[in-house]
């Protein structure tokens, strides 16, 4: 075990093309799904915590029940989406890091409307009230809403990555974790652990293991300063 | 000015129930009451800031400022939080100086006292001229001081745009300092409204003589 963990780290500096091959499809493939489900699912968060309008509480429901939609549920569905007698077949994103990324923001804009909503309609209305009172345009009041937001769109977008880069289910589904194309570090895991290479398994472990340290370190950084440095 | 149908229910339960409000350029009102009178209500839709149900009240066309009774900062500095409501830097300085926030321009906002939060929210609604402003308990959360200095800013505001102003307060002392005239509401009721002089010291209405005895114990 030992020397497996020393050889392990051995290879993360040896400068292995396989392995860098496999962080660069997860780091674009996470970087393009979660800033995707940022732009989609914030705006909406913000207007089902603003906003009034009929079947806001239903689509605030529905929005709850996707969230908790099982990864495997989602890749399914992309998969027969996509696959050779799929509607979706003329798009030829079966196996592709495109479609891999649309499985993701499926899985992923559910939270970030999930996170931002509570939060959004907790404040509103004070701001609301406060703006109005003072007679400001609602473009201006919209505006200072965002700004009051930024912190919390700030660390919803690090759970958003956090989770895009951890998910296996879905991507190894749509991807099929295919070497030097689709394969990304969860599905690479999953793979050489099947064929017995425990060495680079674990070595992808470590990096993957790096990553999250580093956002959870963001994002508890960013909560300190919401509270502290206002 | 006159503002027609001031009614607010919640589940039924009728909270304001007003038909008319006449006000005067120029004038100071004192709004008093118990809580849970319907003090907040009567200055949120004075102000245009709640929901209408059924009979939609009826304002004449005027710009109104209203300072809610939660005073709320934005997550900036005060200079910017005064900004947001105009853009004269010149004036913004000058209003919190004359509250006593003047050295406290470039601090974060969400890091003020209560009072001083709520200092800085009457700053910031005065930095622009309404022709009438509506202000709910504006000083329930400051000190003496600050109490005085935030009524003489409201007064020179008053005397310089000739604005009406609407003022809930739980002081009588406050009234009577303040006000042209006092409006009493009880249960969403107007009770009674007159100068302070003859509402507070000389009232002939039974529940008004209860409510101003109780409270000058
Ligand atoms: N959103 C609401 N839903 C239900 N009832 C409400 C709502 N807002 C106010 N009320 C009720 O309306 C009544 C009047 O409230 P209002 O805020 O006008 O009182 P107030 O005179 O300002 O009292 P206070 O002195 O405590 O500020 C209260 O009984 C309150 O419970
Ligand atoms: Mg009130």
């Known amino acids: 075990m030992e020397t497996a963990l020393h050889k392990a780290i051995e290879l993360i500096f040896s400068g292995s093309a396989l392995l860098e091959d496999i962080v660069w499809v997860t780091v674009r493939m996470s970087l393009a799904s979660s800033l995707t489900a940022l732009l989609i699912g914030v705006p909406f968060g913000v207007l089902f915590g603003s906003g009034s309008f009929p079947g806001k509480r239903i689509l605030v429901v529905i929005n709850r029940t996707l969230m908790g939609l099982p990864p495997v549920v989602c890749g399914l569905l992309c998969y027969l989406m996509f696959c050779g007698v799929g509607p979706l077949r003329h798009l030829e994103l079966l196996y592709t890091v495109t479609g891999m990324v649309i499985a993701q923001i499926i899985l992923i804009t559910p939270i970030v409307i999930g996170m931002m909503e509570p939060f959004v309609s907790g404040i509103y209305p004070d701001i609301r009230e406060t703006a109005r009172g003072m007679g400001i345009s609602r473009i201006k009041t919209l505006g200072l809403l965002i700004n009051e937001s930024r912190y919390q769109i700030f660390s919803t977008y690090l759970m958003a990555l956090s989770r895009a880069l951890a998910e296996v289910g879905a991507v190894s589904m749509v991807g099929g974790a295919i070497a030097y194309k689709t394969n990304v570090m969860t599905t690479a895991i999953m793979n050489f652990t099947n064929m017995g290479n425990f060495t680079t398994a674990l070595a992808l472990g470590i990096i993957l293991l790096a990553g999250s340290l580093v956002i959870n370190a963001a994002v508890s950084l960013m909560q300190g300063r919401a509270e502290t440095w206002c | ?217």
Do not use: W
């Not at chain 2, 039924?12 to 004192?30: F, H, M, N, P, T």
């Not at chain 2, 709004?31 to 209500?41: E, F, L, P």
């Not at chain 2, 809610?68 to 005060?78: E, G, V």
């Not at chain 2, 003496?144 to 604005?163: M, P, V």
């Open chain 2, 1 to 217: 000015m006159v503002l027609r149908n001031l009614k607010k229910s919640y589940n039924g339960r009728c909270v304001l129930e007003l038909d008319e409000l006449s006000l005067e350029k120029g004038k100071i009102y004192a709004v008093i009451g118990a809580n849970g009178s319907g003090k907040s209500t009567l200055a949120k839709l004075a102000a245009g800031v709640l929901g209408h149900d059924g009979g939609r009240t009826e304002k004449p066309d005027l710009s109104i400022g209203y300072m809610p009774q939660k005073s709320f900062a934005f997550r900036m500095s005060l200079r910017k939080n005064m900004l947001i409501n105009g853009d004269d830097a010149q004036r913004a300085q000058e209003l919190l100086g004359a509250l006593k926030l003047g050295h406290l321009s470039e601090a974060k906002a969400k890091r003020l006292s209560g009072g001083e939060t709520a200092r800085m929210a009457l700053a910031r609604l005065l930095m622009r001229d309404y022709e009438l402003l509506v202000l709910d308990e504006p000083s329930s959360a400051m000190d003496i001081e600050s109490t005085l200095l935030a009524e003489r800013l409201i007064r020179d505001y008053r005397d310089r745009t000739g604005c009406a102003v609407l003022i809930v307060t739980h002081s009588i002392n406050q009234a009577e300092r303040i006000a042209d005239e006092v409006l009493f509401l009880s249960e969403g009721r107007l009770i009674e409204r007159g100068s302070p002089e003859k509402l507070i010291k000389h009232s002939e209405n039974e529940i008004t003589r209860r409510f101003i005895e109780f409270y000058s114990k």
